[in-house]
């Protein structure tokens, strides 16, 4: 993106910009006409620019109320919910706030670790039935071994809190990895796709944060939970349609693993009746983990670095492969 694209002129945010927000936005961009986000997506008949928020229609939807969209904005790391075929193939710039879920998805993985490490679900329960020492599986973390499987930006926040605890950490990519490259921090292991069988066998703790696209659907079926060591612990903070959720109850309820954290599902949420809320060995935090005081300010530098960006034709920061997904 060498050269400068064309001037944007019109830009639609989502209802979650607040006043101040769109203040901010005017200031570094004057010449912006800026609009909040109708119910019926009217204003983006015209608008050259998109910054949604949870309201948004999808792909092809998207393409056909704003034929003039030059570039859509995520304030979210994922995507896959515009990704149609015909989005894909389009000219429509897609770029998301990857990198800044960083801190807090990595506290909240390591929340879930240690609830199970410490028995905070067994003693919650006891608490709420007075008991005053109800039977627990307290384990230590130090000697463990944690596998992250989607080893970016967030796993790379992961590996020193995890490290700390006297966690061995492995990460998964998906493309091979470099043998002469410098390990990142705190890191141990890093193996390719390839090899991930081997691994999850060796693995007490085995955290997904795969991105949600045609390879990962459905990822962890009945086959992958059967390569999991006897004993482990599965915890999902990437994309819930990335797992079998009944082929993982059917291995939680058999005992093969020991117990699951999952911070999203599919769909979202769970039905009451789904069995997997039925089991003990199960925490589920409503796709609470990237929650941050600090997430809107975050999200809004990234895409007021991009404005800028755009308009000076200069590569924008968290473009997104639509082929790929991320």
């Not at 006409?33 to 998207?62: K, V």
């Not at 894909?88 to 770029?95: A, D, R, Y």
């Not at 929340?111 to 709420?128: E, K, N, P, V, W």
């Not at 999952?262 to 796709?287: G, I, K, Y």
Request: net charge neutral; glycine share 8%; hydrophobic share 45%.
């Amino acid at each position: 993106m060498g050269a400068a694209l064309p001037k944007l002129h019109k830009l639609v945010v989502g209802q979650h910009l607040n006043d101040a927000a769109i203040e901010s936005i005017q200031r570094h961009a004057p010449q912006l006409s800026i609009h909040r986000l109708s119910q019926h997506w009217d204003d983006l008949a015209d608008a050259d620019a998109f910054w949604p928020g949870l309201e948004s229609p999808d792909g092809d939807t998207l393409l056909a109320v704003a034929p003039k969209l030059k570039w859509l904005q995520s304030f979210g790391a994922g995507v896959d919910r515009w990704l149609s075929p015909s989005l894909i193939k389009s000219n429509l710039i897609v770029t998301n706030a990857s990198g800044i879920h960083g801190t807090q998805i990595a506290e909240h993985a390591l929340g879930l670790i240690l609830s199970f490490a410490r028995g905070f679900g067994t003693l919650l329960r006891g608490q709420q039935q007075a008991l005053h020492h109800p039977t627990l599986n307290q384990f230590e973390l130090s000697g463990q071994t944690l596998l992250i499987i989607g080893f970016g930006r967030i796993a790379r926040d992961i590996a020193p809190r995890a490290a700390a605890f006297g966690l061995k950490v492995i990460g998964v990519k998906q493309s091979e990895p470099d043998p002469a490259a410098p390990l990142p921090a705190s890191v141990d292991e890093i193996v390719g796709v390839d090899q991930l069988a081997a691994a999850l066998s060796r693995a007490d703790h085995v955290i997904s944060l795969l991105p949600l696209t045609a390879a990962t659907q459905g990822f962890f079926d009945a086959q992958r939970f059967a390569q999991f060591k006897p004993g482990a612990y599965f915890y999902n903070l990437g994309r819930g349609a990335s797992v079998d959720h009944l082929a993982l109850y059917t291995a939680l309820q058999g005992g093969h693993l020991a117990g699951a954290g999952l911070d999203v599902t599919e769909p979202e949420p769970l039905p009451l009746e789904h069995p997997l809320r039925q089991l003990s060995n199960v925490l589920l935090t409503a796709h609470t983990a990237g929650a941050s005081p600090h997430y809107q300010q975050r999200a809004l530098a990234v895409a007021l670095d991009n404005l800028q960006r755009f308009q000076s034709g200069l590569p924008l920061i968290n473009l997104v492969n639509k082929h790929a997904g991320y």
